[in-house]
């Protein structure tokens, strides 16, 4: 080594509160004030000013800090709506087969379908279907919609034929049905 020169030593970084945890616990901090302030009535734009964050920022950070406090409380509601939808299903199930063939066996199958459907709907389990159609995905209750939309579109085109060929017996008002989706 020459005269003059030092000699690079990795020395371990100091634990001066720059730590990934500490951060981490800042920005936890920075969330939970800006919390508080929006629900004193600030603007996004006085947070995005006072935090020096874009608004985009300032949104998110709202968004996650409202799921925390939400979120632990919806899912103790969604396991106590679960409990109380199992302890009916079991009742009308129970219904169900003790009066079949009866008018309350009947009404039994109506509940138990209601029940079912609330399950699922509580759990997520009848959750639409996307379909992925290029760049657009829709989900099977827009499928159906549009169905229904080129099923009405032909019958009218027939009634429309109809009438102009004199064949029809009942008259019709010519209506014009928009394109679905709609063409950017």
């Known amino acids: 080594m020459a005269r003059g020169e030092q000699k690079s030593v990795t020395q371990p970084r100091p634990r001066n509160g720059n730590s ?20 004193q009535g600030w603007t996004l734009k006085q947070l ?10 300032i949104s998110e950070w709202l968004s996650v800090e409202m799921a925390a406090l939400v ?36 009404k039994a199958i109506d509940r138990v379908i209601r029940v079912s459907a609330r399950r699922s709907e509580l759990f ?8 992925d159609l290029g760049n657009r995905a829709i989900d099977s209750a827009e499928l159906e919609l549009q169905k229904i939309l080129e099923q ?12 102009r060929a004199g064949e029809a017996t009942s008259p019709l008002v010519d209506v014009a049905i928009p394109d679905y989706p709609p063409q950017a």
């Open 20 to 39: 990934r945890q500490h951060q981490v616990a800042e920005l936890a901090k920075m969330r939970g004030e800006a919390l508080e302030l929006r629900c």
């Open 48 to 57: 995005a000013e006072k935090f020096k964050r874009d608004r985009s920022t």
């Open 71 to 106: 979120t632990p409380h919806a899912e103790e509601l969604r396991k106590l709506e679960g409990e109380r939808l199992d302890m009916a299903l079991k009742v009308a199930m129970e219904t169900m087969v003790a009066n079949a063939g009866n008018e309350l066996g009947l």
């Open 124 to 131: 997520g389990i009848a959750a639409p279907v996307k379909l």
């Open 152 to 163: 009405a579109r032909v019958e009218t085109e027939q009634r429309q034929a109809a009438l």
